[in-house]
């Protein structure tokens, strides 16, 4: 699922000027540009991300020596994932954007989640992505608690990111990437360990998570697309309904859990 874009699309000057964070699992990430460098901040997420995520950004732009007027957008991971992530995230993203001037503030930029996981993964393995280089097939595992995960697929090609699958929340049994995919990236190999289909392990794995340079990374594509929005239209993306399992729930997912692992 692609950002909302904007009616009339923000004109992004170059060098961009990015502000990128993400609070979606229990790691927390910011990272800032002014065109040609990169500061960045990672530390505990979960909880702690809303206190600790302004002070961060704070700390950021002292020691790149920018203005919080100066940023051409503000880039933030809007979901799947943790709800009181999401939602912090959304409204730092909002209140920033809105305080950053007594005009129109600044843009925003949400950014899918598992795109952000996708890129990240991509950067570990491959390094920078060269125009020329042949597409690259990835789809990104994140860990949604209660037994599932959520999964969505992604196409690399000359410095482009587009979605080929929807996002889905699934069981870990349940996964069927597609027969296209390259590569599995996320944070769920240790979690449901022996849990994935075997037909699945000949697909290389990295292990990874969402991260505000992966963000970055992405931006300027997705700005120039013209992907940027309001801040007042800045929404976090829910994929589940139910946060939440009752006692029994929680005993039948567990015992079936501790089933499937006796089974192999």
């Not at 990430?29 to 002070?55: C, E, K, M, N």
């Not at 709800?83 to 950053?100: E, P």
């Not at 129109?104 to 890129?119: H, N, Q, W």
């Not at 080929?164 to 390259?182: F, S």
Request: proline content about 7%; aromatic content about 6%; charged content about 15%.
């Amino acid at each position: 699922m692609s950002a909302p874009q904007a009616q009339l699309p923000y004109l992004m000057p170059k060098p961009f000027k990015f502000l990128a964070f993400d609070t979606s699992t229990d790691r927390l990430s910011v990272a800032l540009t002014d065109g040609a460098r990169v500061w960045q901040h990672s530390s505990p997420g979960g909880a702690q991300a809303s206190v600790t995520l302004i002070p961060a950004i704070l700390r950021l732009l002292a020691d790149a020596g920018l203005a919080l007027g100066a940023l051409d957008a503000i880039v933030f991971g809007r979901g799947p994932g943790s709800f009181s992530g999401l939602r912090t995230a959304c409204a730092v993203a909002q209140g920033l954007a809105f305080g950053a001037s007594h005009g129109a503030g600044i843009a925003v930029l949400p950014v899918d989640t598992l795109m952000a996981l996708a890129e990240e993964a991509r950067f570990q393995r491959h390094g920078p992505l060269a125009a020329g280089d042949a597409p690259l097939a990835v789809t990104a595992l994140l860990d949604a608690r209660m037994d599932e995960m959520y999964v969505q697929s992604y196409e690399f090609a000359g410095g482009v990111c587009r979605s080929i699958k929807d996002c889905e929340l699934i069981r870990p049994e349940n996964l069927v990437p597609g027969p296209a995919v390259q590569l599995l990236a996320g944070n769920v190999f240790g979690v449901y360990a022996g849990r994935l289909p075997e037909g699945l392990a000949g697909l290389p794995r990295v292990p990874a998570y969402p991260t505000a340079a992966a963000l970055l990374r992405l931006a300027p594509a997705l700005a120039a697309a013209g992907q940027c929005i309001d801040a007042a239209r800045a929404l976090p993306l829910y994929v589940r309904d139910k946060v939440a399992q009752t006692t029994d729930e929680r005993a039948r997912t567990k015992a079936a859990a501790d089933a499937a692992q006796a089974s192999s």
